[in-house]
């Protein structure tokens, strides 16, 4: 047991414990969330790939590495590894709004729509996966679906980005689609922020 719970303390701990137990794939799983806490993604990526390596069915795993995939802009590989986890679980609500957000950077308005439609469908009070939905809605052309989802996360506290309402106002003044991009906050220089 760890008499120490700085997120250093718990990277020593597990990284011990991964020496003791090299086989162990909770050792590795619990490595590599410790080197997330941590913000150290490419040592928690590693960490978690081990642990699939030597249990690939260990769910959590799988989630956790396309998360950390997502930080790492790497989104086709967070995809990949969500897909496994959901394969393995279908009920993840974090599996599914993840996957929501890589096709959100992906530009596949059809995929966020489906992965934000689940995540309402498993958790109908998710203020994000209904906002998420509503981006990907609009995107899609659906306007008047991409209202009724925007009023109803707005009424569970989410807080729309301008950008977005004013494609949504533009989008039911000219009843037209509006691209993922244009649904994307922008800094001053007017490049995308990130």
């Known amino acids: 047991m760890m008499s120490e719970t700085t997120p250093s303390a718990r990277v020593r701990h597990w ?16 490595l590599g969330l410790a080197y997330t806490c941590q913000g150290h993604v ?26 950390v995939l997502l930080l790492k802009w790497d989104f086709r590989g967070a995809v990949e590894a969500i897909e496994r986890a959901l394969a393995l679980r279908d009920d993840l609500v974090i599996a599914h709004y993840n996957r929501g957000q890589a096709y959100l950077y992906l530009g596949d308005a059809e995929r966020v729509v489906e992965s934000n439609r689940r995540v309402v469908e498993l958790a109908p ?21 991409a209202r009724r989802e925007l ?29 993922l991009m244009d649904l994307s906050p922008r800094n001053d220089s007017g490049d995308e922020s990130r």
């Open 15 to 30: 990284l011990a414990e991964t020496e003791r137990h090299p086989d162990s794939a909770v050792a590795h799983f619990n």
């Open 42 to 67: 490419n040592s928690a990526e590693a960490a978690y790939r081990r642990a699939l390596e030597l249990d690939p069915s260990l769910v959590e795993a799988w989630v956790n590495l396309g998360g």
């Open 125 to 145: 009070d998710h203020a994000a996966g209904r906002y998420f939905l509503a981006v990907g809605l609009l995107a899609c052309g659906r306007v008047e679906e």
């Open 151 to 179: 009023s109803q996360a707005m009424a569970l506290g989410h807080r729309p980005a301008p950008e977005f309402l004013q494609a949504l106002e533009r989008a039911e003044r000219q009843a037209r689609p509006v691209g």
